[in-house]
């Protein structure tokens, strides 16, 4: 973000996004992902914002990935005709009619972990969407969340096919990537799962079309060789953990959250407190993070504590602390948890706010 | 909560609130403050939702209480006619139109912990406003967040009353009673935080009409000669944190958050994985909690990792992992971050679908 001002006629707190940086970085992961000729299908989740997926198409992504049936719905119903719900899904009858509705829409994939899933999702669809959709496996590469091991792999892909449904690939996300030093194994990890996951599936008979990688981290490490899509989500804002791994520079961030200093105190513990608190920025904070956000324009300061409504900063000895008053731009840890929390997001350009866009599916958590 | 199912009809991850146990909680907190003779202004940053602020006045509760003047608006639309913004305001010309608008509508109160802050309502603030408003001034009790400390307090009350504004009484929060041992250590802070600061005002030849306390881990133990009123939140609902720390039991919590096992591994490390993840259960974990919530029919689990959609449950060796597409109740950590979440709540009373409450002030964070 270049050194702009917070547009005046704001209430704090609220969320910036600079639109030039947004679409530089839009721009960036996209020739970079075409260099390495892989196909980008970026995650939706961390903007949940359909005019951020319109640059992110235009720029060549080949279709849109989400968490939640509730947010593919949002994206279909904004334009997008090709997404994949990267999540093992365990399917009722009222969200399997959703997922009817969906493929009669657009090109539609989702994942499984697991044979029971894959029958479950087999006896619940529709005839139509069964022969529609694309079903991929979920692979643990070492996060050990959800994800399938190596040894049940040809046993899930022959309930996919026995079910009637079609095997669209593999999928992986190497949330292990998200720590310093770890992204460059987590990468390797990745490719390696998605590889020999491809590779056992293939000897058994089955056709692998895609081998679907994520992460922000992980993304521009991704072997050439072993993936065919990638799914970041974080570049299109960045936020502290990119910042604090090093994944990114402050030009790169394109999110802050201005906050005010309502609070101001010389005396032990000497700090102010912003309003921007857990309620706006978001509580995650990784064990290796150096607190709860960055300050933009201060980096020697630290958020060391957050309540709902509060943002505790200290600032180094002998530094001038900021007054009453003042306006501070706070860059969140983890810049997902923010846009989920807000129903709008001011859009400015050079210091002036030039858009309003709704976070259209803020709160879609199924 | 008693042992009921999970409705069928709802898709998870869903927030259910059981009726019955709030209306019980709600009366019990009731109950207790009366006998203390301490008014009750319960906080509704909590809950968010006008239906359970009617039962709490309808309790007998003097008036609510907020965090913003966007929570404050909502609940005046609700009908309430008394509220109080327990924050320590730092307006704008924006913001004090607002308060003019809310003055003209209920009783209204707000705080500060400065004498910039007091200056600089009275700049903005209408005349009218100024007569009618109170201004209770922020003590620091010990969870060194906002809030004045002794010798500032004089030079405060000054700025306030100088300014054409109505001195209120005092108020804090002595949010270090989140520990475990805590609540009781914290609670004589609170009470002496407020007498001692009532008492410095007082000899000044300032009228101190409240003295008001916060946090439901020490409301109950509220010395009743030190507080006039009090304002705890959580108790309505109780959660995982209130559980751990022993403020509550099993039969007070009043909310959980459904939701669904959509993978299941017996190699380790052995788990299951639910859908509902941070981005419905919010992701406080204090140091001294067992996990990032617990699972209210099986106390024996463990939450130990969670992410957006994810939350990584763990059982003991030798217990039976519950089975895909089971639906289980999990009680967050902190309540309060699960409201502002989500849309509605489901409400509940005998494993049946009751009603559905709007969350009307999610998202109201200015």
Redesign the interface.
């Known amino acids: 973000m270049n050194r702009t001002f917070i547009p005046n006629?704001l209430?704090?707190?609220?969320v910036l996004v600079e639109r030039a940086v947004l679409v530089r970085n839009v721009a960036a992961m996209a020739a970079a992902m075409a260099a390495m000729r892989i196909d980008l299908r970026p995650h939706v989740?961390t903007h949940k914002i359909p005019e951020i997926a319109a640059l992110q198409l235009e720029a060549g992504a080949v279709g849109l990935t989400v968490?939640?049936i509730g947010e593919a719905e949002t994206f279909a119903d904004a334009g997008c005709d090709d997404v994949f719900i990267a999540?093992?899904?365990?399917l009722?009858a009222?969200?399997a009619s959703r997922l009817d509705a969906l493929a009669r829409r657009c090109r539609l994939s989702f994942g499984v972990?697991?044979p029971?899933?894959a029958r479950?999702a087999g006896a619940l669809l529709g005839r139509a969407t069964r022969a529609a959709v694309g079903v991929l496996i979920?692979v643990d590469s070492g996060h050990?969340?959800?994800?399938a091991?190596a040894d049940s792999l040809v046993g899930i892909a022959e309930a996919v096919t026995g079910s009637g449904l079609r095997l669209g690939g593999v999928f992986t996300f190497p949330?292990h990537s998200y720590t310093p030093g770890g992204a460059g194994p987590a990468a390797a990890d990745e490719a390696a799962a998605l590889v020999g996951a491809a590779r056992i599936l293939e000897d058994a008979g089955f056709d692998v079309p895609r081998r679907s990688g994520g992460s922000t981290p992980s993304a521009l490490l991704a072997d050439r060789n072993g993936l065919t899509e990638a799914r970041p989500g974080v570049y299109v804002f960045g936020d502290a953990q990119q910042l604090e791994l090093e994944r990114i520079g402050v030009d790169g961030i394109a999110l802050c959250v201005a906050g005010?200093?309502?609070?101001?105190?010389e005396?032990e513990?000497r700090?102010v407190?912003l309003?921007s608190g857990?309620?706006?920025l978001?509580?995650?904070r990784p064990a290796w993070a150096t607190g709860f956000g960055r300050l933009l324009d201060h980096p020697e300061a630290r958020i060391t504590?957050l309540?709902?409504?509060?943002a505790?900063v200290t600032w180094p000895d002998g530094a001038r602390l900021p007054e009453?008053?003042a306006r501070l731009r706070v860059v969140p840890n983890h810049v997902?948890?923010v846009l989920?929390?807000?129903?709008d997001v001011w859009v400015c350009d050079e210091g002036a706010v030039v858009d309003r866009w709704s976070v259209a599916a803020r709160?879609r958590?199924?």
């Open positions: 006629e209430t704090t707190p609220a989740k968490a939640t999540y093992p899904l365990w009722t009222a969200t972990d697991s029971e899933a479950n979920e050990h969340r959800s994800g091991t949330g005010t200093v309502v609070s101001r105190h005396s513990p700090r407190i309003d857990s309620k706006i978001g509580g995650d504590a309540s709902e409504h509060h505790t009453l008053g997902c948890l989920n929390l807000v129903d709160g958590n199924y």
